[in-house]
């Protein structure tokens, strides 16, 4: 039971990683721009948007397109990321759907593979410093939103692969890890059970007694209704006086 709760978990960790890496395919991640251009400087400034599968685009700061820039084709560098990413979610799938050693490898497989592609991308990212390429005055390196959420893509898709393996290789450290996480979940709840608000005393205006009775209607604090609106009558169901004989 507790390693299948692990796994889920670890679905659960890998398909936030995949949609979050399933982002960068569309947006950019980086930017490079010229905010100060250099004295005759026909462009004006730019902006070249920079893809992590490796698509780059260039705008003037009026936001005309420069077809003179070329690169490498980055087509089958998007191939791979969609395939990987499509592998990694099946697996995920696949263990949901299948328990047992199947579903856990090829879970870890998928998530294996996404972790490498993103990772490489978000690697290259960071080890390329583009202000080091040219001097020129003015140039701003950007991360992007999306680049920020390709390296949460990273953590979450580790944790998910290690919420696969660990319990398969250390499972006493899975055990334990998952032992301290109860324990700590068990006294959080222990906690706010005691700090729940106790319900608040009502005032209640009892029923008058029968007729006869001598009894007034009284006024106190009740957390119980009224017996007469359990059985109908002000005394709880007891039987009514009689009259003495003779």
Known sequence: ???????????????????????????????????????????????????????????????????????????????LLVVVLVLAAAGLVVRIVVDGRRGELAAAVGTALALATVAASVVLRLSVDDRSIGLQPGLVVVTTTFGWLEVVSVVLLAAALAAFVVPVLLPRVADSVTGTVGGVAGRLRQRRALVEPTPPLVATLMEPGPIGSGRAPTVGFSDAPSAAGADGGADGGAPPPTEPEG
Request: net charge positive.
């Open 1 to 79: 039971m507790t390693q299948r709760r692990t796994g889920l978990g670890g679905v659960a960790l890998g398909g936030a990683g995949v949609l979050l890496a399933a982002s960068t395919a569309v947006w950019p991640t980086k930017i490079v721009a010229v905010r100060v251009p250099e004295v005759g400087d026909f462009t004006k400034g730019y902006e070249q948007l920079i893809w992590s599968w490796g698509r780059e685009v260039v705008y003037t700061s009026d936001g005309v397109l420069l077809d003179a820039f070329s690169g490498p084709n980055p087509v089958p560098r998007l191939v």
